[in-house]
């Protein structure tokens, strides 16, 4: 059976979705299209493969009798108002991240989705289908280094624009590890630092770059993750966890080894859709496969709810420069795995 997409938010994202579940994924199908800008919808709906209808307001992709299943890629901010819709008219919905714009919006969907009874949520975190994030878990859970005892953590841009500012180096940037640390060390956040370092001569007045953030984990293990975004050389991932009895690396993207020129070199990859390319195409297989299956167990409405429990901290950590508490409450069982 082949599963009928509506898709909200034809930018960037939205549309590499629309190429990935028309040229590379099995089992499912754009049948609809918006996008606030409507060339936007147009382009999205002209790409090659695709036949979908373009609405001009995305509650009417979520209202289409035709429209199965809903993956949200607009901006932001109208991510809850459409997944609340989505959930409203019994539709599984994959929203890309942030879920909401604060703890208080995801939790508004978290209740909606445990009223309606059953998970219909699954929110974009693709790292943990990230292949090398996956080794690096198995190695963790296996106990070959031990209890993770600290985390070395990067995450580098090239070079953002001016419209990005301080406080998106955690809405935008570190909520990737806020989601993915948490289900690497099957553990939560109890506190956040955030200290600013010299910033670069490459960013601008309202953007302090780059951040160190420093989390104490409930079990107790410390992580500190830089966020770079104007680190100039590429786009770089960096994950090394000490454990009691060895240390484990998150691998290296695979690239070719060059001796040339009186050196030693390999290429460092410089765009994110290319870093993560194959844990897009898994992350929305299994959404497809899991809507057929009926049953959900990507990353959950909850998840989203806990990454942004802790953005919120980080936020007023920036402001106050001190240690503050992450505030998670019990996950409901409804959430359990
Ligand atoms: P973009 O700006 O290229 O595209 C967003 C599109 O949404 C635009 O075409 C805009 O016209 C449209 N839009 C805005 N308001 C709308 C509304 N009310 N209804 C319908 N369409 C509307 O941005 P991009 O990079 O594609 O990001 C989209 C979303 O995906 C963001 O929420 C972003 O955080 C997320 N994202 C996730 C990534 C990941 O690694 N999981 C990577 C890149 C983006």
């Not at 930018?11 to 060339?39: F, M, W, Y």
């Not at 770079?228 to 050389?233: G, I, K, L, T």
């Not at 299956?293 to 936020?315: E, F, K």
Request: glycine content about 8%; charged content about 25%.
């Amino acid at each position: 059976m082949t599963l009928k997409l509506g898709v909200i938010g034809a930018g960037a994202i939205g549309k590499e979705h629309i190429r990935r579940c028309t040229q590379v994924l099995q089992g499912a199908t754009v049948v609809a299209v918006s996008d606030i800008n409507p060339d936007s919808a147009w382009a999205a709906a002209a790409l090659p493969g695709v036949c979908a209808e373009v609405y001009a307001d995305g509650h009417d992709v979520i209202r289409s009798t035709d429209v199965e299943a809903v993956l949200i890629a607009s901006w932001d901010p109208t991510h809850e108002e459409y997944t609340l819709a989505a959930i409203a008219a019994g539709k599984p919905v994959f929203c890309e991240k942030p879920l909401a714009m604060s703890a208080e919006g995801c939790r508004r969907i978290v209740d909606a989705e445990i009223e309606a009874g059953r998970r219909l949520v699954q929110v974009g975190f693709m790292r943990p289908y990230d292949e090398g994030y996956r080794a690096l878990k198995k190695a963790i859970d296996d106990g070959a280094i031990g209890a993770p005892l600290l985390l070395r953590c990067a995450h580098r841009n090239p070079k953002v624009d001016e419209s990005y500012t301080t406080d998106m180096a955690i809405t935008n940037t570190l909520i990737h590890e806020l989601d993915v640390l948490r289900w690497l060390l099957n553990d939560d956040y109890r506190s956040v630092q955030v200290r600013f370092p010299r910033s670069t001569s490459h960013t601008h007045g309202r953007l302090k770059d780059p951040q160190i953030v420093s989390f104490e984990t409930r079990k107790g293990t410390l992580i500190d993750v830089e966020i770079f975004v104007n680190c100039q050389y590429g786009y770089d991932i960096q994950c090394e966890v000490v454990g009691e009895t060895g240390v484990a690396r998150l691998p290296e993207p695979s690239a070719v080894q060059m001796r040339r020129d009186a050196s030693l070199s390999t290429a460092i990859l410089t765009d994110w859709k290319d870093r993560f390319i194959t844990a897009y195409d898994a992350e929305l297989q299994a959404f497809i496969n899991d809507v057929a299956a009926g049953r959900l167990r990507g990353p959950s409405a909850w998840d989203g709810y806990a990454a942004s429990v802790a953005a919120d901290a980080c936020l007023k950590a920036q402001k106050n420069g001190g240690s503050v508490a992450i505030a998670l409450p019990e996950r409901p069982s409804f959430y359990a795995c």
